[in-house]
């Protein structure tokens, strides 16, 4: 199962660009002792590379024992953040310091949803 978007899934991305902010979902899966890893992670991300792309976190929490899901959808964090475009979103993906920091959240998740969404 893919932790990080791969370069054709970024190549598709960028194609459907609507050329309006995009607020990324992201579902999170923790493996043990993930949190930490994942916390470094978000600690950079938060402090250097959202605002150098003029992103923002607009939510992060835990999830919670779901109301509504089939077995095994239940997942351990949710954090939306909006970006200005998709290329932003890309350009922060593919900055060489931003890819240092990467192997911390992949190695905090055993499985992940990153998904796009635009305002209705």
Request: avoid cysteine; hydrophobic fraction near 40%; charged fraction near 25%.
């Amino acid at each position: 199962m893919a932790i990080d978007p791969r370069g054709a899934d970024l190549k598709r991305f960028l194609q459907e660009e609507p050329g309006e902010p995009v607020v990324m979902l992201n579902l999170l899966r923790f493996t043990e002792g993930g949190r930490e890893s994942y916390a470094t992670y978000a600690t950079a991300i938060r402090e250097t590379f959202l605002p150098r792309y003029g992103a923002e976190v607009v939510y992060a929490g835990d999830g919670a024992t779901p109301l509504v899901a089939e077995e095994g959808q239940a997942w351990d964090a949710v954090l939306l953040v909006r970006y200005p475009s998709r290329e932003a979103f890309s350009r922060m993906v593919a900055d060489p310091e931003y890819q240092q920091f990467t192997r911390f959240r992949t190695e905090a998740l055993t499985e992940a949803v990153l998904q796009p969404t635009t305002a209705w």
